[in-house]
């Protein structure tokens, strides 16, 4: 198993920025793969980054705004978010697999719990 612990969350104005982590621990040589997954109030889960050890993936809606980064050494994941709309607001989760980037949410095997991003003055 894996386990992913997401720290980050909060409040910010529209055009502000916030950084999320996602630690892993347990084993991690199945998180080949690491990402974000967003859920807003009403809709359907949207998959957001995601990073292999030889690739990176964005949707079309955070291209050029959000980063996604690695630090190997901590199994830690970051996503760096600049210029935040109030339709990034979502629940957070970070998700891992074994396997390559994939944009299907459901290839996701691993989950954490969830942090609330809200962008809104």
């Known amino acids: 198993q894996v386990q992913l612990v997401e720290s980050g969350g909060g409040l910010v104005q529209p055009g502000g920025s916030l950084r999320l982590s996602c630690a892993a621990s347990?084993?991690?040589?199945?998180?080949?793969?690491m990402g974000w997954i967003r859920q807003a109030p009403g809709k359907e889960r949207e998959f957001v980054a995601a990073i292999s050890w030889s690739a990176t993936y964005y949707a079309d809606s955070v291209k050029g705004r959000f980063t996604i980064s690695r630090d190997s050494a901590k199994n830690t994941v970051y996503l760096q978010m600049n210029s935040l709309k109030p339709e990034d607001t979502a629940v957070y989760y970070c998700?891992?697999?074994?396997?390559?980037?994939?944009?299907?949410?459901?290839?996701?095997?691993?989950w954490g719990q969830g942090t609330q991003v809200t962008v809104s003055s």
């Open positions: 347990g084993r991690t040589f199945s998180s080949e793969t």
């Open positions: 998700v891992a697999r074994p396997f390559g980037v994939e944009v299907t949410t459901t290839a996701y095997a691993y």
